[in-house]
């Protein structure tokens, strides 16, 4: 990285030695001195089976599949490995790289860059809390109903409890290191569906599984 350029949140941080690593521990770091886990070894790991709750209603619904922060590409490889096509998109080249190792189609890119076949993805998946991308998810989710076709479904994972919170976080690994301050936010399913509604975005499906929470948001 350029000296004179600012750091980068998930890119200059310890979520991308994290991710090359596929171990934590790490967190999400709120300047309110809350601590969210995040489960770098679960998403560097085979789909479990909350994730085969997800991977089956994909496959119920055929593809094309867009994965929002898809991560190390877990679920992008297993769609693929079930014949449905998917692509990944995130914005850490470490996590990119490691999803291609799986055979994984992967971009480096934000969600509100210019991505492939907008208007025509059947599903869209915000898996692993990336309901929070941007820390604003009116805009997060309008932006998903401009990538889906029309009767296409998103696919969010909410928060265990209902909650609506925006917060400034850092990544932090367990030597206590932290990365450049970026908005977060954090949806329960409720609060997901209300901001979805504004968006063309109607709920069809809650569900949970092994712990997780998901919710099946329908474009009109």
């Given at each position: 990285?350029?000296?004179?350029a600012?750091?980068?949140?998930?890119?200059?941080?310890?979520f991308t030695?994290?991710?090359?690593?596929g171990?934590?521990?790490?967190?999400l770091?709120?300047?309110?001195g809350s601590?969210h886990?995040?489960?770098?070894?679960?998403?560097?790991?085979?789909?479990?089976?909350a994730?085969?709750?997800?991977?089956?209603?994909?496959?119920?619904?055929g593809?094309?599949v867009?994965?929002?922060?898809?991560?190390?590409?877990r679920?992008?490889?297993?769609?693929?490995?079930?014949?449905v096509?998917?692509?990944?998109?995130?914005?850490?080249?470490?996590?990119?790289?490691?999803?291609?190792?799986?055979?994984a189609?992967?971009?480096h890119?934000?969600?509100?860059?210019?991505?492939?076949?907008?208007?025509?993805?059947?599903?869209?998946?915000?898996?692993?809390?990336?309901?929070?991308i941007?820390?604003?998810p009116a805009?997060?989710?309008?932006r998903?109903?401009q990538l889906?076709?029309?009767?296409?479904?998103l696919?969010?994972?909410?928060?265990?409890?209902?909650?609506?919170?925006?917060?400034?976080?850092?990544?932090?690994?367990?030597?206590?290191?932290?990365?450049?301050?970026?908005?977060?936010?954090?949806?329960?399913?409720?609060?997901?569906?209300?901001?979805?509604?504004?968006?063309?975005?109607?709920?069809?499906?809650?569900?949970?599984?092994?712990?997780?929470r998901f919710?099946?948001?329908?474009?009109?």
């Open positions: 990285m350029n000296a004179s600012p750091a980068r949140p998930w890119i200059d941080d310890p030695p994290a991710i090359r690593t171990r934590g521990p790490l967190w770091r709120g300047s309110d601590r886990r995040l489960e770098v070894e679960r998403w560097c790991a085979p789909p479990d089976r994730d085969h709750s997800v991977l089956e209603r994909c496959l119920r619904w593809g094309p867009l994965d929002v922060g898809c991560g190390p590409g679920l992008v490889a297993e769609l693929l490995a079930l014949g096509p998917a692509l990944g998109v995130d914005l850490t080249e470490a996590a990119v790289t490691r999803a291609r190792g799986l055979g189609a992967a971009l890119r934000s969600v509100f860059e210019r991505l492939p076949g907008e208007g025509r993805w059947r599903a869209v998946l915000l898996a692993d809390g990336n309901l929070g941007g820390g604003d805009a997060l989710l309008r998903v109903a889906l076709a029309p009767g296409g479904r696919i969010a994972e909410t928060e265990p409890v209902e909650l609506d919170e925006r917060l400034e976080v850092r990544v932090e690994d367990g030597a206590g290191q932290t990365g450049p301050p970026f908005r977060w936010a954090r949806l329960g399913a409720d609060a997901a569906a209300r901001y979805a509604r504004p968006a063309g975005l109607v709920e069809s499906e809650r569900w949970t599984s092994h712990g997780r919710t099946a948001l329908r474009r009109a």
